[in-house]
């Protein structure tokens, strides 16, 4: 995979946190930065989705909802 370095700034109490969770997981902030940025635009990728099939067909109805949330833990 082709890498490259970009300079980024943080606020001081995410690079923290970023680095405390990152040195948990082996100690490779670049690694654990990269994961965050990947998942969080899957995350978006699922909201576009999800936005774009209620403009298609419309919101979900609330009897859909309702047996859903019955099902599915929190």
Do not use: C, T, Y
Request: net charge negative; aromatic share 4%; proline share 4%.
């Amino acid at each position: 995979m082709a890498v490259q370095k970009r300079s980024i700034s943080f606020d001081a109490s995410v690079l923290a946190e970023a680095e405390r969770l990152s040195q948990e997981r082996g100690g490779n902030l670049s690694a654990f930065v990269n994961a965050a940025v990947a998942h969080h635009m899957k995350v978006e990728g699922g909201r576009k989705l999800i936005a774009e099939d209620i403009e298609k067909h419309g919101p979900i109805p609330e009897s859909v909802r309702a047996r859903v949330a019955a099902e599915w833990p929190d």
